[in-house]
């Protein structure tokens, strides 16, 4: 039996990198190795650029190996993308990523996490433990996301990110 309350660990951060560049970068799987914290592989077969398209990633997880399995659900370019995750051991997770342009020409970047803990002591630890995690996650991936733009060049031939221009 779980708990009806959901947790909800909702963050925002804001990149000097432009909206489009920004999102195309953080949306493309081929990047997520040098953003996503202990992620170890991504299966050769994901998919994610439709709803409906499924990716299996393999994260390293308080020392051991774990499989999580992400269902995109809805993609709307440069807006918002929603997906639900798997893992063995943890509570199923509505995911929200939401990409705007924050009036400066950088990105707002904003990650919500929401699930219904599980009962009994399991719950307990959905509650604080797990919680904590994902916060701690979405903030080193705000980090790693951060210092990946810094490094970027403006003119890279390969996929580069274009950082938004500062205010006047």
Same mark, same amino acid.
């Given at each position: ?45 994901? =998919? ?7 990716? =299996?990633? +393999?994260?390293?997880?308080?020392? =051991? ?45 904003? +990650? ?37 733009? +810094? +490094? ?17």
């Amino acid at each position: 039996m779980s708990s009806d309350k959901p947790v909800r660990v909702d963050v925002t951060h804001r990149f000097a990198v432009g909206l489009r560049d920004g999102y195309d970068y953080i949306t493309n799987l081929g990047n997520w190795h040098a953003y996503w914290p202990d992620l170890v592989r991504i299966d050769p077969d994901s =998919r994610w650029s439709a709803p409906g398209d499924r990716t =299996r990633i +393999a994260l390293r997880l308080l020392g =051991r190996e774990t499989e999580m399995t992400m269902v995109l659900n809805r993609m709307e370019p440069y807006r918002l993308v929603e997906y639900t995750s798997e893992q063995s051991g943890l509570p199923e997770a509505r995911h929200e990523r939401h990409f705007a342009d924050d009036g400066e020409h950088g990105l707002a970047y904003r +990650a919500v996490v929401e699930y219904v803990p599980r009962g009994g002591l399991r719950g307990l630890f959905d509650r604080v433990i797990f919680r904590r995690a994902v916060e701690r996650a979405i903030r080193t991936t705000f980090a790693n996301l951060d210092a990946r733009f +810094a +490094a970027r060049d403006t003119s890279s031939s390969t996929g580069g990110i274009r950082r938004g221009r500062p205010s006047a």
